[in-house]
């Protein structure tokens, strides 16, 4: 039988909490300030190394990001 466990961490909860802390910090930005926004989020952030730069913004809030990938 599968017990229960309880939680210690809610990924939802935590998930969802990233959103809206981003939507609220992006909310009033121009695309090219929004732009502006997540490639410095991209530079500072831990995974760095990993992906490339937002490039453009197709849409007017994120709907689609194109990345350009630098280091490779």
Known sequence: M???KDKTFDCLEF???AQER???EIKNLSPDD???YFNRKVKEGSFSNFVGFVTSIESEKTDKLFYLNLNK
């Open 34 to 36: 929004e732009k502006a």
């Open 15 to 17: 998930k969802y909490k």
């Open 22 to 24: 981003i939507y609220n």
């Open 2 to 4: 599968n017990k229960k």
